[in-house]
């Protein structure tokens, strides 16, 4: 079992940046890749980013890419997503999941969820 808590999110003016943070608890986190996922209000939760277990490898959706980035500390159990750049597109609630998944762009392939953190941007 795996806990996931999300941290960082809040209001910020377009063109400014945010930082979120997911921190795991439970069973070995270096084991798993890590996604970044987003759900506006009538939308369907949208893959934004995923790092690989060691942090080598990483995938962004166009719409973040070069604007956001995705890191991970292994030893504090913590994948952090900096976002530059913000648009008002960008807000949502924003969810991070793990799991023995390869397949990094599909909600359903991850088995842990967390709680969520809004990020708002106003232009």
């Known amino acids: 079992q795996v806990q996931l808590v999300e941290s960082g999110g809040g209001l910020v003016q377009a063109g400014g940046s945010l930082r979120l943070s997911c921190a795991a608890s439970g069973r070995a986190f270096s084991n798993y890749a890590v996604g970044w996922f987003r759900q506006a209000p009538g939308k369907e939760r949208e893959f934004v980013a995923a790092i690989s277990r060691s942090g080598g490898s990483t995938d962004y959706d166009d719409s973040v890419q070069g604007r956001f980035t995705i890191s991970r500390d292994n030893a504090k159990n913590t994948v952090y997503l900096q976002m530059n750049s913000l648009k008002p597109e960008d807000t949502a609630v924003y969810y991070c999941?793990?799991?023995?998944?390869?397949?990094?762009?599909?909600?359903?392939?991850?088995?842990?969820w967390g709680q969520g953190t809004q990020v708002t941007v106003s232009s």
């Open positions: 999941a793990t799991g023995s998944t390869l397949i990094w762009r599909i909600p359903i392939k991850y088995t842990y």
